[in-house]
C-alpha cells in the first residue's frame, strides 16, 4: 500500500517534513521508492520564479542529448542547482549519474518575465519536454519529470531514507524549500518498476497522486490515448486520474468542481433529483470512459496552487487533512499529521467524504464542496 503527504503552508518549508511524515507512516509502505512535488518554490529558486525550471535525472549521454536538444531551439540557461550529495556505497537506491535542476530563459520570441506562462509558452514547454523525454528514453538514458515554472521534480527508487540521506534532504536548512508539497512513498508495484511510475505526476502545472487501485485502468487508457498527445506512458493507473483532471479543467476548461462528477459520478436517479440533473447526466453519457472503481484516495495542485483531495465511496484508502495556523498538513494516517503540527486542534481535522471535494486555497481556507 502506498502512503502520501501533501504540505501547503505560509512561507517555504524543506522536504525534511514530509520525510518525517513517511518515517511515521512506515508500516504502511515498503520501502521501495521516494518522489515528491515541490511548488511556489522559495530557497535557492526563490529569484528564479519567472524562468522555466527543468527536473532532469539522466546519464551522461542522455545530458548531451537534452543540453543539445535546448541549445538548438534557442533556450539559455539562467541557473543550474547542483544538488550537494553524500556518497554513501551503503546506501540503498538506484541513483541516477546526473541529477538536473535548471532554469532556463525562452528561446527569444517567447521570452516574456511572468511568474505563469502565456498560452503560447505553455505549448513550447509541454513540446520541449516530450521531446526531451522522446530523446532520454531512446536507450534509456534518461527521465525528464517537469518542464515548468516554480516546480521541481525528484523520484527516486529505494530506501526513502537513504535517498533522504544522499541528497541531505533530512537537513531543515536545505537549500530547496517551497510552498506546497506533495510527495508519496513506495515505487509502483504493480506494474514494471520504473521512475515515471512514482507518483506524484504532473502536466502543465496539475500534480496528482493517489492511494489505491483503479480497475477501469484499461478503460481509462484506451479512451485516453486518443485525446491528447501529452497523455502517454500509462506506467501507472493512477497516471489516469492526472490525465482526467488535466482534460477537464485545461481541454474542456471546466471548473475543478466536474471533475468529482467525471471520475466518481453521481446515480442516475439522484441527478434526476438536482436542478443540475440533465448537465450531470450528459457528462456521465459522454465521458463514462473517464470514470475511475476501485478504493482511493485521490491529491492534486492545480495551476493556481490550490490543493484538492477526494474519497471514493469504499473509503478503503484513509486520508486525513489536519491545521494550523501556518499551514494544512495532510497524509495517509493521522501519524504522518502528528509528526509535522502535533499541537493543532484535532477536533478540527477533517476525513473527506465519498461525495466531496476539499480544497485548500491559496489563504490556507479549507473549502469543502458538495458533490
Not at 509502505?29 to 535525472?57: C, I, K, T, W
Not at 513540446?127 to 516554480?150: C, I, M, P
Not at 490550490?306 to 494550523?324: Q, S, W
Request: negative net charge.
Amino acid at each position: 500500500m502506498c502512503r502520501m503527504a501533501a504540505i501547503k503552508a505560509k512561507h517555504p518549508v524543506p522536504p525534511a517534513l514530509t520525510l518525517r511524515m513517511m518515517l511515521a507512516m512506515q508500516k504502511g509502505h515498503d520501502n521501495s521508492g521516494f518522489a515528491m512535488v515541490m511548488q511556489d518554490l522559495g530557497g535557492v529558486f526563490a529569484e528564479f520564479r519567472q524562468y522555466p525550471l527543468l527536473s532532469m535525472a539522466c546519464t551522461s549521454i542522455g545530458l548531451e542529448r537534452a543540453e543539445k536538444i535546448l541549445e538548438e531551439a534557442g533556450w539559455q540557461l539562467v541557473f543550474d542547482f547542483k544538488p550537494d550529495v553524500v556518497e554513501d556505497a551503503r546506501l540503498n537506491f538506484q541513483r541516477m549519474p546526473h541529477y538536473i535542476f535548471r532554469n532556463y530563459r525562452y528561446p527569444p520570441p517567447f521570452d516574456t518575465h511572468a511568474e505563469q506562462p502565456t498560452p503560447e509558452q505553455k505549448q513550447l514547454l509541454l513540446d520541449t519536454h516530450l521531446q526531451l523525454r522522446k530523446a532520454l528514453a531512446r536507450d534509456e538514458q534518461g527521465y525528464v519529470y517537469s518542464f515548468w515554472h516554480n516546480v521541481l521534480t525528484l523520484k527516486e527508487v529505494g530506501d526513502p531514507r537513504d535517498i533522504g540521506t544522499f541528497f541531505q534532504l533530512w537537513d531543515d536548512q536545505h537549500p530547496l524549500q517551497a510552498r506546497v508539497i506533495s510527495a508519496q512513498c513506495r515505487q509502483n508495484t504493480n506494474y514494471q518498476i520504473v521512475r515515471y511510475a512514482a507518483h506524484p505526476f504532473f502536466l502543465q502545472g496539475y500534480t496528482l497522486m493517489g492511494n489505491g487501485e483503479n480497475t477501469f485502468y484499461q478503460k481509462n487508457k484506451e479512451f485516453q490515448q486518443r485525446l491528447h498527445p501529452a497523455y502517454l506512458g500509462f506506467e501507472s493507473d493512477t497516471q489516469c486520474f492526472l490525465y482526467t483532471l488535466h482534460y477537464v479543467c485545461e481541454v474542456l476548461r471546466w471548473s475543478p468542481a466536474y471533475y468529482k462528477h467525471v471520475i466518481t459520478p453521481l446515480p442516475f436517479e439522484e441527478m434526476d433529483k438536482r436542478p443540475d440533473g440533465e448537465i450531470l447526466r450528459r457528462i456521465r453519457q459522454s465521458l463514462m470512459h473517464l470514470e475511475i472503481n476501485g478504493p482511493n484516495t485521490v491529491v492534486f495542485v492545480l495551476p493556481d496552487r490550490r490543493m484538492g483531495v477526494i474519497a471514493d465511496a469504499k473509503k478503503l484508502r484513509p486520508y486525513v487533512i489536519g491545521r494550523d495556523g501556518d499551514m494544512v498538513v495532510s497524509a495517509s494516517e493521522v501519524c504522518g499529521v502528528n509528526m509535522v503540527i502535533p499541537h493543532r486542534n484535532h477536533e478540527e481535522d477533517i476525513y473527506p467524504s465519498e461525495r466531496e471535494t476539499v480544497i485548500i486555497n491559496n489563504d490556507l481556507e479549507v473549502e469543502r464542496w458538495k458533490q
